[in-house]
C-alpha cells in the first residue's frame, strides 16, 4: 500500500475526477462514492497509485467519477484484469468495483479464484438485488418470489449470500456495510484498505428505481437498531436500540440464538465474543437473515494469509536473483548445438 | 546441460553402407511405449550428424489409451537427409511398429518396398484382437509387399537388461532405446548424445540410465552381428549444404516462446502470459513458466477469459500482456479481445490452431481459424494477424508480433498450428538484437496528455503508466471522444473513432516487408499461395515442379492482415494461383474479396499435414489441364 508523501494530503474532493455523474439522484452508489472519497483522504492516498477497476453495471460507472487511474473494463471480469495489474505493478493500490450481477453471476468463476488466490486488492460488491443498467431482471441475490419484467410470476431461485460465498471460496477479510451508514462505511473501507490479500466487501445499495426499499425491513432508521448487529472483534454481540438483545451459541443445536439480556437468567457473559479470526463464526454471522436475526455488518472475518502477487514476484526475483543479468544469447545456445 | 558446441560430424562413408539423399523414419507404438522420446533423441543426433531435418510428431488425444488399441496409437516422424529438408516426408521409407495396432494404424501409409520392423513379441492373440485383426498379418501374406523384418524386440530388451535388477514392466520400457539402438546402427547415428542424455535425464536413478544405455547398446550390436539378409543393411545419409553458422533443434513452441521473450526485452518491457491449459497450445505457457530469469510473469488462469482479461491487466499497468490458446480458447477470449482493440492496448493473442469445429480433433493439426483471427468479434474491431510459417519461422513473426502491437498499441493475433508447435527443425541461431522490434517510451509529460492522444504518423495512442503522476486516466470499453479520450455517444464521433482505428491497422501495412516470391519469380505461370504450416510442403512440392521444368512459383504469407502492399498486383502477374490449405479455403476467401483475384483453393482437412505429391498433382493439372 502506498503511503501519502505529499505536504498538503489531498482531501476527499480532489479524488472526484471533472466527469459529470451519471447514477439516478437518490441511487445509493452517491453515498457510497462519498465516502470513498472520504476514506482515500483520510488514508492519505496519491491519486496516481490509486486505481478503481469496474467490469459493467451502474457501479461500474464508479472509476470515471473518480481523479485516480481507471479500468471500465467488460461484463464480470474486474477481478481478472486487476489480477494482471497487481502482478504487473504490484505497488498499485487497487480497488474492484462490482455489483451482484457482474460479481456472482457472469463474473462467479472470477471472484471466486481472486479470493482464493488472495490477490492484494480491495474488491467491492454493491448488492442491490436486482439489475439495474439492465433495466430490472432479478439478480442472483434477489429473493425468491422477486417480480421482475424476466420473472413476470416471481423468481424461484434461492438467493446467494454473497459473504457466505466469499467465505467459501477461502476469503481471508470479509466485511459488510450500507450505503447509507456514512459513519460506518469508510472505517470499514479503511480496514479493507489496511488488510494485506483481497479484502471482500458487501455494500447493500439501495436501487430507487428497480428495488427501492429492498433492505428497508432492516436498515430503515427505525428498526436498524433491533435488526443489524454491528460486529467488533473481541466485543460481546449484543444488539437492540435499548442493547438488551445479543448473540448465543446453542450448543446442542451448533447453532446462534437471539436471546435477551436480563430475561431467563441470561446475562451479558453468556453473549458471544466476536472474534474475526475465526472463520466458523463468520460463516453463521454472514448467514444471518431477518426476522429471524439480526444482520449482521462490520468485519466478520479478518485473517491475513500470504498474498499471490507476493508469492508469483518472489519466484520471478528467485530466479533472477539466481541467474542475474541472465543473457537470451546466451540462453540459445546452451545444450545440443552444432556448427555447419 | 553444458555450454558446448560441438561441430557437425563429417561421418566418412561406411564400407558396404548405402549413401542415402534422404530417409523418412516413423515410429509408431502405444502412447506409453515411448515413441515422442525416441523421436526426440533421433531428431538431437541427426541433428549433430549435419543432416537437415523436419519432424512430425503424431499424439492420439488420449493420454494413456488402453493398451494395444488403435486409438491409443502415437506415432512420430522423421525425414532427414543430405539436402535440404522441407517436410517430415510424404511417406515413410521405414516403419518401427511396437505392437499390431500401431502396425495396423500405419501400415496404409507405407509404400510398396519399404522397411517394416516389428516387435513380434507383442503379436499374441490378444493383441491382434485388440488391434481388430482378424487373421495375423505375419501369416496371412498382406506383408507380403514390404520388406518386413521381425524381431522379438520385447524378448531381446528384457534380456540386455537383465543385469539391473528392474521389475519386468520397468525393463520393457527400455524397448524404445533398444529399437533406437538398431535404428542409430542402420543410419550410422552416433549413441553418445543419447547416452549423454540419459544419465542427465536419469542420473538420479542409476539403475534406469544403466538399464537404458545397455539397452540402447544392445540394440546397436543386434544391427552390427545379426544376419539379417538382403532385408537389413546399414546406410549412410551424408550431412546436407546449411547455411555457416551455430545450430540448435527447436520446436514451434520454443521458438515461439523465444521470440516473444526477445521482443519483449528489445522493446524494453517485461513480459505476462496470461493462459488456461489447452491442447496443443499448453507446450508454450511450459516454456515460457520455465523462462522466469528473463523477468516473465506466467499466470495459469482459471479459465480462457480469466487468462485474456490478466494479460489485458498487465499491458494496461506497462508489462507486454500475452495470452495463448487453440481455437475454442480463442472463442472464449473474444469479447476481451474486442476490449483490448476498444483501449488500444497491446496484447499478443498465439492461436495454436487444431481442428475444429467445437473440440473437434485437439491433437490434429489445421488452419481453420483464419476467419476467427481476421474477422471473429463483435463491431468493427480490426487486428493485425501474422502466421508463422514453421518451427524457426516461429521465433521472427513472434518478435514482430511484438513489434506491431507495442508500435501501433493493438492486439495482434499470432497463428500457429499444432504442427508447428509440436515439430522441431535444425534452427541457425539468431542474434537476439537483431530480431524486429520497437522501443517503448511511455508518456510522462502531464502537459495536454490524454490517454488517446495519437501519432500522427502510426495512428497509436499514447501509452501512460499507472503509477504516473499527472497522467490519472480512466479507460474502458465504452466509445471515447476523440480530443479527450472522455465517454462519448456523440454519433460523429463514433464514426471518427471507428474510421481511425481502421485507418491505424490499415497503415501498418506501409511498416511491413513487400511480399516476395519464395521460388520462382513473376514470369511463372502458376503461383502457389500459402500461409502457416504449408510452407514446407508447398515449397518441396513447387521445387521439385521447377526441377521438372514447370513454371510455377511459391509465394508465401507472413502478414495476413493487414497485407502487403504489393501483393495484389503481384498475384495478377500469373495467369493461376492456388491457394493449398488445411481448411475449406479461408485465405482464398480473403484473397478474392481483397483483390478479385480468380485464385482456386486446394483443400485438405484430415488434421495431417498435406503430402507434396497432393499439391504436385494439382499444379500439373492446372498446367496440363
Redesign the interface.
Known amino acids: 500500500m502506498n503511503v501519502a508523501t505529499k505536504i498538503d494530503p489531498l482531501k476527499a474532493k480532489d479524488f472526484a ?1 471533472d ?1 459529470e455523474v451519471r447514477w439516478c439522484p437518490g441511487c445509493g452508489d452517491y453515498a457510497i462514492i462519498k465516502a470513498m472519497q472520504k476514506t482515500l483522504a483520510d488514508i492519505g492516498a ?4 490509486t ?1 478503481f ?1 469496474s467490469g459493467i453495471g451502474c457501479a461500474a460507472r464508479f ?2 467519477y ?9 461484463h464480470g ?1 474486474a ?11 504490484p ?2 493500490d487497487v480497488w474492484v468495483v462490482s455489483g451482484d450481477g457482474d460479481a456472482l453471476s457472469i463474473g462467479g ?2 471472484l ?2 481472486l479470493l482464493r488466490r488472495n490477490v492484494n486488492l480491495q474488491f467491492l460488491l454493491f448488492n442491490n438485488e436486482i439489475y439495474g443498467l439492465t433495466k430490472g431482471q432479478y439478480s442472483p441475490t434477489s429473493r425468491i418470489g422477486t417480480r421482475s419484467p424476466s420473472t413476470p410470476l416471481g423468481s424461484v431461485e434461492r438467493p446467494l449470500s454473497a459473504c457466505q460465498f466469499a467465505l467459501g471460496a477461502g476469503a481471508r477479510f470479509v466485511a459488510r456495510s450500507v450505503d447509507t451508514q456514512q459513519k460506518h462505511l469508510p472505517g470499514i473501507f479503511q480496514r479493507s484498505w489496511e488488510h494485506q490479500g483481497t479484502s471482500f466487501v458487501e455494500i447493500l445499495q439501495n436501487c430507487i428505481v428497480y428495488n427501492d426499499d429492498v433492505f428497508a425491513e432492516f436498515t430503515a432508521k427505525d428498526v436498524a437498531p433491533d435488526r443489524q448487529v454491528h460486529v467488533t472483534h473481541g466485543e460481546p454481540l449484543i444488539f437492540g436500540a435499548d442493547q438488551d438483545k445479543g448473540l448465543r451459541v446453542d450448543t446442542k443445536r451448533l447453532a446462534l440464538e437471539v436471546v435477551s439480556i436480563g430475561e431467563n437468567g441470561v446475562t451479558e457473559s453468556d453473549i458471544l465474543v466476536h472474534d474475526e479470526t475465526n472463520p466458523t463464526l463468520a460463516t453463521m454471522l454472514a448467514g444471518m437473515e431477518p426476522p429471524d436475526f439480526p444482520v449482521a455488518m462490520g468485519v466478520l472475518y479478518c485473517d491475513p494469509a500470504p498474498t499471490y502477487d507476493e508469492s ?2 518472489a ?2 526475483e ?3 536473483e ?2 542475474p543479468d ?1 543473457d ?13 | ?8 560430424e563429417t561421418l566418412e562413408p561406411i564400407e558396404d553402407r548405402e549413401e542415402l539423399e534422404s530417409v523418412v523414419i516413423r515410429f509408431a507404438g502405444d502412447s506409453g511405449d515411448g515413441v515422442q522420446v525416441s523421436g526426440g533423441q533421433l531428431t ?1 543426433v541427426t ?2 550428424a ?1 543432416n537437415d531435418l523436419a519432424t512430425f510428431p503424431d499424439f492420439p488425444a488420449e493420454i494413456r489409451a488402453p493398451i494395444g488399441t488403435t486409438y491409443g496409437v502415437s506415432a512420430f516422424q522423421i525425414n532427414f537427409g543430405a539436402r535440404r529438408i522441407r517436410t517430415a516426408g510424404d511417406q515413410p521409407d521405414v516403419l518401427v511398429a511396437f505392437n499390431p495396432a500401431a502396425l495396423k494404424v500405419n501400415i496404409g501409409d507405407m509404400p510398396g518396398g519399404s522397411l517394416v520392423i516389428l516387435d513380434v513379441g507383442t503379436f499374441s492373440d490378444r493383441n491382434l484382437k485388440k488391434a481388430g485383426y482378424e487373421a495375423n498379418p505375419l501369416e496371412d501374406h498382406s506383408l507380403d509387399n514390404f520388406r518386413v523384418v521381425e524381431i522379438d524386440i520385447s524378448k531381446r530388451t528384457l534380456d540386455s537388461v537383465e543385469a539391473f535388477g528392474l521389475s519386468q514392466k520397468q525393463s520393457l520400457r527400455c524397448k524404445n532405446f533398444w529399437t533406437l539402438g538398431l535404428v542409430y546402427w542402420l543410419y550410422s547415428r552416433n549413441r553418445q ?1 543419447t547416452i549423454d542424455w540419459l544419465n542427465e535425464k536419469f542420473g538420479k536413478l542409476p539403475g534406469i540410465a544403466d538399464a537404458n544405455i545397455a539397452a540402447i547398446n544392445a540394440g546397436h550390436a543386434f544391427g552390427e552381428t545379426a544376419e539379417l539378409g538382403e532385408e537389413i543393411k546399414g546406410y549412410f545419409v551424408p ?1 546436407a549444404e ?8 527447436v520446436t514451434g513452441a520454443d521458438a515461439l516462446a ?1 521470440g516473444l ?2 521482443g519483449a ?1 528489445l522493446s524494453g518491457l ?1 513480459l ?1 502470459l ?1 493462459s488456461y491449459p489447452i491442447t496443443p497450445a499448453s507446450a508454450l505457457l511450459h516454456v515460457l513458466a520455465g ?7 506466467t ?1 495459469q ?3 480462457e ?2 487468462a485474456v ?11 507486454l ?1 500475452i495470452t495463448s490458446s487453440s481455437g475454442p480458447g480463442i472463442a472464449l477470449k473474444t ?2 479481445i474486442g ?1 483490448a482493440v476498444s ?1 488500444e492496448l497491446p496484447l499478443i493473442i498465439v492461436n495454436s490452431q487444431r481442428s475444429g469445429p467445437s473440440t473437434g480433433m485437439p491433437t490434429k493439426t489445421e488452419q481453420s481459424d483464419l476467419y476467427q483471427a481476421v474477422y471473429g468479434r463483435n463491431g468493427d474491431a480490426p487486428v493485425p494477424v501474422l502466421a508463422a510459417s514453421s518451427p524457426a519461422d516461429a521465433y521472427d513473426t513472434a518478435a514482430e508480433a511484438v513489434r506491431i502491437a507495442t508500435k501501433y498499441m493493438t492486439p495482434v493475433f499470432l497463428l500457429a498450428d499444432s504442427y508447428i508447435i509440436n515439430a522441431a527443425e535444425p534452427w541457425l ?1 539468431p ?3 537483431t530480431a524486429p522490434h520497437h522501443k517503448v517510451e511511455f508518456r510522462t509529460d502531464p502537459e495536454g496528455f490524454h490517454p488517446f492522444l495519437r501519432d500522427e504518423k502510426t495512428l497509436a495512442r499514447v501509452w501512460a ?14 466509445e471515447k471522444d476523440y480530443d479527450s479520450g ?2 462519448s455517444y456523440d454519433p460523429e464521433n463514433h464514426h471518427r473513432m471507428t474510421m481511425v482505428r481502421k485507418a491505424k491497422i490499415d497503415g501498418i501495412a506501409d511498416d511491413i516487408p513487400l511480399q516476395t516470391i519464395a521460388l520462382g519469380s513473376e514470369d511463372d505461370s502458376v503461383a502457389v499461395v500459402g500461409w502457416g504450416s504449408t510452407y514446407g510442403p508447398i515449397n518441396r512440392a513447387v521445387d521439385d515442379l521447377r526441377v521438372e521444368g514447370m513454371a510455377v512459383a511459391h509465394i508465401h504469407l507472413r502478414h495476413i492482415w493487414p497485407l502487403p502492399r504489393n501483393l495484389g498486383e503481384l498475384l495478377s502477374s500469373f495467369e493461376h494461383v492456388l491457394i493449398p490449405e488445411m481448411n475449406t479455403g479461408q485465405l482464398l476467401t480473403l484473397l478474392r474479396s481483397e483483390f478479385l483475384v480468380p485464385a482456386e483453393g486446394l483443400n485438405n482437412i484430415s488434421g495431417l499435414p498435406f503430402k507434396t505429391t497432393e499439391i504436385k498433382d494439382a499444379v500439373r493439372k492446372i498446367l496440363e489441364g
Open positions: 475526477s466527469q496519491t491519486r496516481e497509485f486505481m477497476v472509476p470515471y473518480m481523479s485516480t487511474y481507471g479500468f471500465h473494463t467488460i471480469r477481478a481478472a484484469v486487476s489480477t494482471g495489474i497487481k502482478l504487473a505493478k505497488e498499485m468463476n472470477h471466486l479464484h508469483v514476484l519466484q520471478v528467485d530466479a533472477q539466481r541467474v541472465a537470451l544469447n546466451e540462453y540459445l545456445r546452451r545444450g545440443h548445438t552444432w556448427t555447419v | 546441460m553444458s555450454i558446448a558446441a560441438s561441430t557437425a538431437q541433428a549433430i549435419g548424445p550431412p546449411m547455411p555457416g553458422g551455430l545450430y540448435r533443434t523465444y521473450v526477445a526485452k517485461k505476462f496470461g523462462m522466469k530469469e528473463f523477468g516473465v510473469t499466470f488462469a482459471e479459465d477469459i480469466s482479461c490478466c494479460a489485458i491487466g498487465a499491458s494496461y499497468a506497462g508489462s500482456g469479447e476481451a476490449l483501449t541461431i542474434d537476439v538484437e503508466l499507472p503509477g504516473t503522476p499527472g497522467l490519472e486516466h480512466r479507460i474502458g470499453g465504452l472522455n465517454i
